[in-house]
């Protein structure tokens, strides 16, 4: 993650937890380093946080409770929640603040004062019925809105149908009557009707066995026994129980109950069948009850040939716990299956990984092949979803049970006008509680497959890969991936190929650098010869269409006229300045400086910017966000192109005093020396900025973009070299950069005051007085000091960040250490100042 979106993040977060502490405190704690220290979630650390947690709860045993029946659930993010809660658990001042916050609730109390405490029912605001609101009323009126809001920011059953609508236009899924609750007998399971069995009291020995023979053929069917029947169910998921009648010999009754466990997994099964079956539990579920379902068709085979034996040979209960064993052990499985996906409520690839764990743990080859058939029945329609995927970037997923959400939700013709900067994180992503575990490996690798092949098949190009294989569940993941890596390959290197050939990415990037970079010098010098007229009027007087006019005269009359991609400039006036559009990319807010912004104070200078045309896919890696970076280094190096100008035109202006008398001439010296200065620390920042840091960097990226092998390496490098850009350049800490607009406007209005003293030079006894000498004195002393303070931000953030590159902009302004024998003294004085007024204050 790049450090200006882990900026963003955290900014993000900072605001939602309501502070107003700046994320630049924040940030360098988070970012990644060698000396980080990062506990492993290993089970003994989990088992130890977890002690420690029940330790300090005021009720352990309901703790580890709550805690076993989410495990059970299969919750998936239930460590990380134990982990993060343990870490909270060990942090004091944190526990105190959670404390303080909790505590901190709406009472009545909190609205009452001295002179009202008796008088609550006092009228404080009218409702929306014009009746008046007593303050008693006041909490409760929170906590409804509370609540509304809440329940407002959920989706409802009809949001998500409407959502599933919207993503799936053509999926029709059928209202199918629940029949288990319409007709009850329908069911294959027991009846919800309670009959209580009868007793065997007066039946000898010999006949009770007969009958209860005869009862358990039914019982182990689904049907109530005269002298064996069900119980009412203690919850949806929960096991059956039965009821034998009374009298029943000792020995026999033992023997019927190891026998009904039989009966209680049938009942498990047949009941997760039914629920599993209809269409809102999605395919994998559906496929999942498909294949139980066949075991229960093998089951009653089981009963048929169990009643045959009965009715032909000499048969007792032994011999029918005897030939129930295979079928015991199958139902025991299959019912353990069905009872951990109902407590889950899992759907997609959760069952999938549920069932997963079940075949890898399994230690008989027995048990072992029954969930890999269980496995790879449930698999299909999951397995589907994935090779469509793969192999044509297309998701038919109407439940949402795949890994790969698709968030797209407007049409795909109308992509390339309505394209959104977000769309290649945010149009496709990777939902981790659908992925099941022997996918999780290469989830991210499926993801970036169907990505790649969305993109191909929106500009229109045949993406079937040479060779296709069935996808389908294995132990061995090799057979898979294998299938899944070669189709990436066929995918990351044809959209590859297509944007670096097809659409010649490198040369649009060129020509971009070409302009947003001042890569070509006479465009720039023309543009601002042309234009700077007309820059110079307030936004609101100047005429768009007159400076995209100049804009085109510019591009035809320079070397820009060879650039094939001419024709894609724009001219844009933005309604912020350079500090804002900073604010905004970073997602910082802006009322954690002092300066504020209006449209209507800033001149074309400040809020022209360019603006460039490009379609998709191009327009995957020239996103808005990545634009927006050009163009804050476009405009902070055009400003200093401007400032150098206006310097250049005032040297050009002082050449009347060459005609002076020597005694007259000698009275400009301090501002001709002041004058030189600025210009040569304008010169150097420019020069550091091209030359030091832009052209370095762009090389690197070139030669990282000659070894990239798929479109996310290729956006990875794009980033990377926006970001060491903005970095070096000074556009990502907003002090640095504003005590930069300090430095070049003490600079503009030097020359605004030699513009407007320009006539007078010509009168040297008339230029030159008091006034005109305290002025330039005034000018030096505040550049001296923006300057000063300048170089101590640059070397304070380069030790920060341990980069020595922008300690060239510290050594080339400062090359003879003036300005550091200018700061020794008044360092000296601060230090002695506050040490006076430290002693001062103790006194």
């Not at 954690?592 to 045309?613: I, N, P, Q, R």
């Not at 008339?766 to 330039?776: L, V």
Request: with cysteine.
């Amino acid at each position: 993650m790049s450090e200006y979106k882990l900026h963003m993040l955290v900014q993000e977060l900072i605001k939602e937890l309501g502070s107003t502490l700046p994320a630049s405190e924040f940030v360098e704690n988070l970012q990644p380093d060698g000396s980080s220290s990062s506990v492993a979630l290993t089970p003994n650390v989990l088992q130890s946080g977890l002690r420690a947690l029940a330790h300090n709860s005021p009720n352990p045993d309901a703790f580890l409770a709550k805690y076993e029946d989410l495990k059970s659930k299969k919750v998936h993010c239930l460590p990380n929640v134990v982990a993060t809660l343990s870490l909270i658990a060990q942090d004091k001042k944190l526990r105190e603040y959670l404390r303080f916050k909790a505590s901190k609730q709406l009472r009545p109390e909190m609205f009452a004062t001295p002179s009202t405490s008796k008088s609550l029912s006092t009228p404080i605001m009218p409702n929306s019925s014009g009746k008046p609101v007593n303050l008693e009323e006041v909490p409760g009126l929170v906590t409804r809105l509370k609540k509304a809001a809440s329940s407002s920011r959920k989706p409802t059953p009809r949001h998500r149908e409407a959502e599933r609508k919207i993503r799936h236009p053509n999926f029709f899924a059928p209202e199918v009557p629940d029949w288990t609750k319409i007709r009850p007998k329908m069911s294959r399971d027991f009846s919800s009707d309670i009959v209580l069995p009868h007793s065997l009291h007066d039946i000898p020995r010999m006949s009770q066995e007969t009958k209860l023979m005869e009862d358990l053929l039914y019982v182990l069917s689904g049907v109530e026994g005269e002298y064996i029947t069900p119980q009412a169910l203690l919850g949806p998921y929960e096991a059956r129980t039965f009821i034998i009648g009374e009298g029943v010999d000792p020995s026999l009754k033992q023997l019927v109950e190891k026998i009904l466990s039989l009966a209680s997994y049938y009942s498990t099964i047949v009941r997760f069948i039914e629920e599993k079956s209809s269409f809102h539990w999605g395919q994998v579920n559906q496929a999942l009850a498909g294949a139980m379902d066949q075991l229960i068709q093998e089951y009653k085979v089981f009963i048929a040939q169990l009643e045959t034996l009965t009715r032909q040979e000499n048969v007792n209960l032994q011999s029918i716990w005897f030939y129930a064993q295979p079928s015991l052990c199958t139902m025991e499985i299959v019912a353990n299956i069905a009872s951990t996906i109902n407590k889950a409520g899992a759907k997609g690839g959760k069952v999938l990984s549920l069932l997963h764990e079940y075949t890898i743990s399994a230690g008989d080859p027995k048990v072992q092949k029954l969930c890999t058939h269980l496995t790879q029945a449930a698999s299909v329609p999951y397995m589907d979803i994935l090779q469509d995927w793969v192999y044509i970037g297309v998701i038919q997923d109407p439940y949402e049970e795949f890994l790969v959400e698709d968030n797209e939700v407007i049409q795909r013709e109308d992509l390339p006008v309505n394209y959104s900067d977000d769309y290649w994180e945010k149009c496709y992503i990777i939902c981790r509680e659908r992925v099941p575990s022997f996918l999780e490996k290469m989830s991210d690798v499926i993801l970036r497959t169907g990505k790649y092949l969305n993109v191909i098949r929106q500009c229109g190009k045949n993406v079937k890969p040479p060779q296709t294989q069935k996808l389908k569940y294995t132990l061995s993941e090799r057979e898979y991936c294998e299938a899944i890596e070669q189709a990436y390959c066929f995918a990351s290197q044809t959209l590859l190929n297509l944007l670096m050939k097809e659409y010649d990415l490198m040369g649009r990037l060129r020509s971009v650098k070409h302009y947003f970079l001042h890569d070509q010098g006479d465009f720039i010098v023309q543009l601002m010869d042309m234009c700077e007229g007309e820059l110079n009027k307030n936004i609101n007087d100047i005429v768009p269409h007159r400076l995209e006019s100049l804009l085109e005269l510019a591009l035809r009359t320079s070397a820009a006229n060879s650039d094939p991609y001419k024709d894609d400039m724009r001219a844009e006036l933005l309604p912020f300045d350079l500090i804002h559009q900073m604010f905004k990319i970073h997602g910082i807010s802006s009322q954690e400086f002092s300066e504020s912004c209006h449209a209507d104070m800033l001149t074309g200078l400040e809020s022209f910017s360019f603006g460039y045309e490009v379609k998709w896919p191009v327009s995957l890696v020239l996103n808005f966000k990545t634009k927006a970076c050009y163009q804050m280094i476009f405009r902070h190096l055009l400003y200093c192109k401007h400032v150098e100008r206006l310097l250049g035109r005032v040297w050009r202006s002082n050449k009347v005093c060459k005609m002076f008398p020597v005694s007259s001439s000698q009275s400009y010296r301090p501002a001709f020396a002041l004058r030189q200065r600025m210009l040569n620390c304008v010169q150097n920042l420019q020069y550091y900025m091209m030359i030091e840091v832009i052209e370095p960097n762009w090389h690197n990226f070139l030669e990282r973009m000659s070894k990239v092998t798929n479109v996310d390496q290729v956006l990875a490098c794009h980033s990377d070299f926006l970001c060491a850009c903005m970095k070096d350049c000074m556009l990502t800490r907003p002090e640095l950069l504003q005590t930069v607009n300090k430095l070049v406007g003490v600079c503009v209005s030097f020359c605004r005051f030699f513009e407007a003293a320009a006539p007078s030079l010509e009168y040297s006894s008339i230029a030159i007085g008091e006034n005109f000498e305290e002025s330039i004195s005034n000018f030096d002393e505040q550049f001296s000091i923006a300057l000063i303070c300048l170089l101590n931000k640059i070397e304070e953030l380069a030790a920060e960040d341990n980069s020595e590159k922008m300690l060239n902009v510290l050594y080339r302004m400062d090359f003879n250490s003036y300005y550091t024998t200018l700061l020794a003294p008044k360092m000296v004085e601060e230090s002695q100042h506050a040490s006076k007024s430290g002693s001062h204050t103790s006194g």
